[in-house]
């Protein structure tokens, strides 16, 4: 059912969606889905010089601004992201804390990934879900909608800088092993010393570790 006029708060998205949790968020299915070679960024994934789309899993751990347009105009990527061998769950900032968002603005980017990652399920795009690995004070909420026993993926941006960054890192791994009991983990990012897990991790480089390894390679010639 469509609440508004012309649907401006896009509900198309979670047709016959299962909504979860006291915020009603949508619940995306599990995956035995085994990652790709590499994965890449929304923005980088529409660069010329990608010629094996089918062994690369796109994600969207960079800044919102450079995927705001697929919320936008969802149908019109549709196409694209189907060339791609999986398409890691879109990850809408959520900023907690004494400096963070308010909380409703953190729901309603926690509901945006949902609901597009949903939307990429009707349209058998295989999606791998993104868990925001949060403190405490978010566990009744953040885990909300995600599947047991299935393929994860996070990313450990901003997360490894200081110790008590890894730390609080660890901890919210650790909860989300406990809820989740993940098949395997995908981390996108440096993965903090401090982890411990029996879990199968797969680590791939953020789009500025390449980059800041080309650098140094390139200084090196």
Known sequence: MIHTAYDVMKEFLITDAELVG???IPKIPKTFIHPGKNTVD???S???KIKNHRELDVNFYADDVQFQRFWNQPDKYMEHLKCFHAVIMPDFSISIGKNGMPLAMCLWNKYRNHALAHYMVLNDIPVIPNVSILPEYCWDW????LPEGSTVACCTNGRVKSKAA???FCVGFKEMERRLKPLRVIIVGRIPEELETDTEIINFE????KINKEGVNGNND
């Open 22 to 24: 006291q915020y009603g």
């Open 42 to 44: 929304f923005a980088e």
């Open 46 to 48: 529409f660069s010329r």
């Open 142 to 145: 953040c885990f909300d909608g």
């Open 166 to 168: 890894r730390l609080e």
């Open 206 to 209: 953020t789009r500025n570790q």
